[in-house]
């Protein structure tokens, strides 16, 4: 299972991206979801969504981040508005599997997202 991220890159605070992920390698996810790590700290969940519907998102960015997924495309997207310093860092694609054996899950490669001031 390979899944590949884009969409990061560089913006002005208050500014807006939108992440796009997609699996290949796989016939079905049942979750999508997305995590951040920034310099020096721990990776952090940012949001997921599953693939028979309902997503989270984290508290701390519910009022300007947005995802969605196109289950048939494999592919989930996170709409980032409002942009802050505080969100620079890499940003990982997590895809789940749920099977008798339990959850597997697969990381992407990140994306960096940087918000100048």
């Known amino acids: 299972v390979q899944l590949q991220a884009s969409g990061g890159g560089l913006v002005e605070a208050g500014g807006s991206l939108r992440l796009s992920c997609q699996a290949s390698g796989v016939n079905f996810l049942n979750s999508m979801g997305w995590y951040r790590q920034a310099p020096g700290s721990q990776r952090e969940f940012v949001a997921s969504?599953?693939?028979?519907?309902?997503?989270n998102v984290a508290e701390f960015v519910r009022d300007r981040f947005t995802i969605s997924m196109d289950v048939a495309k494999k592919t989930v997207y996170l709409q980032m508005n409002n942009l802050q310093p505080e969100d620079t860092g890499v940003y990982y694609c997590q895809g789940g599997r749920n099977s008798a054996r339990g959850w597997t899950y697969y990381w992407g490669q990140g994306t960096l997202v940087t918000v100048s001031s």
């Open positions: 969504r599953l693939s028979a519907g309902g997503s």
